[in-house]
Each structure stands twice: as C-alpha cells, then as structure tokens.
C-alpha cells in the first residue's frame, strides 16, 4: 500500500512541472526537469537589474542562454503566469517579452499550448553576433575614451584571450 502511494506520487511529480522559489534571493533556485525528454528554460539565474526594463531584461537572459547553447530548439518556456510569479512581475511584462521574441522568430505560442523556441543554427548564430557585437561595442567606446589605439586594443584582445585558464 505505501510503496503504491509513493510511486503513485512519484507519477504525479513527474507530470508537473516543479518550482522551488527562494524568498531570499527572490529568484528561482531550482526546476524539476520533466519525463519523456521535455525540457523547460530554467531562469534560476535571473537577476534583476536596476535600470531597465525588465521585458528586456527577460529577452537579454532568453538570447543569452541560446547564445551559450543552454537553451535548445523546442524547449518549453515558463508560462507567462508562471514566470510573472516566480520573478515578482505583471504579468503583462512577460507578456511583452515573450511578444517581441515571437517577432524576433525566437519562440512560438499557440492559444492552449505551450510556448517553446525555435530555433535552428542560423537563428543562433545571430542572437550570438547581436549580443556581442552590442558588447563590443561597448568595449571599443571604452577603449577610445581611453585613448588607445586600435593596435594597442587589439594587444590587449589577444594577450586576454590567450591568457592560461582563461581567466581574466
């Protein structure tokens, strides 16, 4: 009898999808993966920061997690209630976000089904060059100010990269 409750909740747990939330940290600390090879984009390491938009905030996390691979085709997206809860949001924030990564060609929704990425080696390709090319940007305006030149930054480039470990 007790075995059979065990396994019967087992089932259940399975079936769902499973947050934990930590009040402290105010973010998500862990998603339960789901059977049957569904999996869902986990936002345990979303943060919020101060200053912008948090719609954007929640594309910049969803293209930087297909840029570094973590996030695949056909991966399932929290629900727009979902998300909004776990990140202390409106939902009509998410709602924007989701909306301008459909239009991006991203991720698709269908009324009653869930919203999952498409994404094919093009796309990723892509979300990859517009994310560093925005902080390249950044790093070139510095490096300008700076007064470097463009020998001297690309120096510094190749010296940081070959670095041992990788580490900066």
Avoid at 32 to 49: H, N, P, Q, W, Y
Wanted: charged share 35%; net charge neutral.
């Amino acid at each position: 009898m007790y075995k059979d409750k065990m396994e019967n909740r087992t089932k259940e747990i399975d079936s769902k999808v499973c947050y934990l939330y930590n009040t402290l940290r105010k973010c998500i600390s862990h998603i339960i993966r789901l059977k049957g090879g569904r999996t869902l984009l986990a936002f345990d390491s979303f943060r919020m920061e101060e200053g912008v938009p948090i719609y954007l905030q929640i594309m910049r996390f969803v293209e930087r997690s297909i840029a570094a691979g973590t996030a695949r085709d056909q991966e399932e997206l929290p629900s727009r209630r979902t998300l909004s809860a776990m990140l202390g949001v409106n939902p009509n924030t998410v709602q924007k976000a989701y909306r301008l990564l459909e239009e991006e060609e991203l991720m698709e929704s269908r009324s009653g089904a869930k919203s999952v990425l498409t994404l094919d080696e093009r796309k990723v390709r892509d979300v990859r060059t517009k994310l560093l090319e925005g902080e390249i940007a950044v790093l070139v305006a510095a490096l300008k100010e700076t007064g470097s030149s463009k020998e001297e930054a690309l120096e510094l480039v190749a010296r940081l990269w070959d670095r041992e470990g990788g580490e900066l």
